[in-house]
């Protein structure tokens, strides 16, 4: 019998075992933060010792989540960090879509002057307007201490437009001249044409903003010092500036605060990733 004749592009038995046996060194590498947070957020008594790596059950308890939560209230800091993250992210969504589709797809005077405009702002670190948009929302707006207020400075991202902008110059331009002849609007054709093909930079965009505001500090905390309108990672800023020291294990109960406030991400990133898929967006097209 002749050898089996292997498929080019396909990897050998060694091969495939040692792409496994790194990725997976690299997942464990990877992972181990997450798995030390976890396990540092159980302990009634912290383990800095090698074995803490496998902690002893009995000293696994959940009394760090407990005793955080009677100092910040992580239910409402979650609430308050939903309202600001989601905020952003349906404002920078909109916004960017919108702008990114008449960059591409439209045709206006001032288009390439815009576009450029967009990537300037992208080099403006945010820190350095952090002062006088503090001064103009919170003094000439009079919304200190509010949602909105924390909102609006995030509202509109460039990077999402940019990101938008070149995920809709990769569709046929044959495909909105279809549904013009149609007599569809650009509005509809915005919506039914050109967002289900560009789905894979929805979501980057969704992720990639979410993370931001849901992390952010410090913005929210020059512009509310409210504690019940606080996001978690005010709080839990707070927390460990201040009160953290009084607790019976203050870096059990700081871990506990950073796994709450990590989860949702972690669960996001888990929903979305099954939609980053490869897309023939030319297959519309004769020809």
Same mark, same amino acid.
């Given at each position: 019998?002749?050898?089996?004749?292997?498929?080019?592009?396909?990897?050998?038995?060694?091969?495939?075992?040692?792409?496994?046996?790194?990725?997976?060194?690299?997942?464990?590498?990877?992972?181990?933060?997450?798995?030390?947070?976890?396990? !540092?957020?159980?302990?009634?008594?912290?383990?800095?010792?090698? !074995?803490?790596?496998?902690?002893?059950?009995?000293?696994?308890?959940?009394?760090?989540?407990?005793?955080? /939560?009677?100092?910040?209230?992580?239910?409402?800091?979650?609430? /308050?960090?939903?309202?600001?993250?989601?905020?952003?992210?349906?404002?920078?969504?909109?916004?960017?879509?919108?702008?990114? %589709?008449?960059?591409?797809?439209?045709?206006?005077?001032?288009?390439?002057?815009?576009?450029?405009?967009?990537?300037?702002?992208?080099?403006?670190?945010?820190?350095?307007?952090?002062?006088?948009? %503090?001064?103009?929302?919170?003094?000439? %707006? !009079?919304?200190?201490?509010?949602h909105l207020g924390m909102i609006l400075p995030y509202?509109?991202?460039?990077?999402?437009?940019?990101?938008?902008?070149?995920?809709?110059?990769?569709?046929?331009?044959?495909?909105?001249?279809?549904?013009? $002849?149609?007599?569809?609007?650009?509005?509809?054709?915005?919506?039914?044409?050109?967002?289900?093909?560009?789905?894979?930079?929805?979501?980057?965009?969704?992720?990639?903003?979410?993370?931001?505001?849901?992390?952010?500090?410090l913005w929210p905390f020059l512009i509310t010092k409210e504690a019940s309108l606080q996001p978690l990672?005010?709080?839990?800023?707070?927390? $460990?500036?201040?009160?953290?020291?009084?607790?019976?294990?203050?870096?059990?109960?700081?871990?506990?605060?950073?796994?709450?406030?990590?989860?949702?991400?972690?669960?996001?990133?888990?929903?979305?990733?099954?939609?980053?898929?490869?897309?023939?967006?030319?297959?519309?097209?004769?020809?």
């Amino acid at each position: 019998m002749s050898a089996q004749r292997r498929v080019p592009g396909q990897l050998s038995r060694g091969q495939a075992i040692l792409r496994g046996v790194v990725l997976g060194l690299g997942a464990l590498v990877f992972l181990f933060p997450f798995y030390y947070m976890v396990i !540092g957020s159980l302990q009634r008594f912290p383990d800095t010792s090698l !074995g803490g790596i496998f902690p002893n059950p009995a000293n696994i308890t959940g009394a760090n989540y407990v005793a955080i /939560n009677e100092r910040i209230n992580l239910f409402s800091g979650l609430i /308050n960090s939903g309202i600001f993250a989601g905020g952003v992210v349906l404002g920078t969504v909109l916004f960017g879509m919108v702008t990114g %589709y008449a960059l591409a797809v439209l045709k206006w005077r001032g288009r390439g002057a815009t576009f450029a405009l967009a990537l300037l702002v992208q080099t403006i670190p945010f820190q350095l307007l952090m002062i006088p948009l %503090y001064v103009m929302i919170a003094r000439d %707006y !009079g919304l200190g201490d509010t949602h909105l207020g924390m909102i609006l400075p995030y509202l509109i991202n460039s990077t999402a437009v940019v990101i938008f902008r070149q995920y809709f110059l990769q569709i046929p331009k044959e495909l909105f001249d279809a549904a013009r $002849i149609d007599g569809a609007s650009e509005l509809r054709v915005l919506w039914q044409v050109a967002i289900p093909l560009v789905r894979p930079a929805l979501v980057t965009v969704i992720l990639i903003t979410f993370i931001g505001p849901w992390n952010e500090f410090l913005w929210p905390f020059l512009i509310t010092k409210e504690a019940s309108l606080q996001p978690l990672a005010v709080s839990l800023a707070n927390y $460990i500036s201040t009160i953290a020291a009084s607790t019976t294990n203050p870096f059990g109960a700081m871990l506990a605060g950073a796994v709450v406030l990590a989860a949702p991400v972690v669960l996001l990133f888990i929903y979305f990733q099954r939609f980053f898929v490869s897309t023939d967006i030319g297959s519309g097209v004769k020809g």
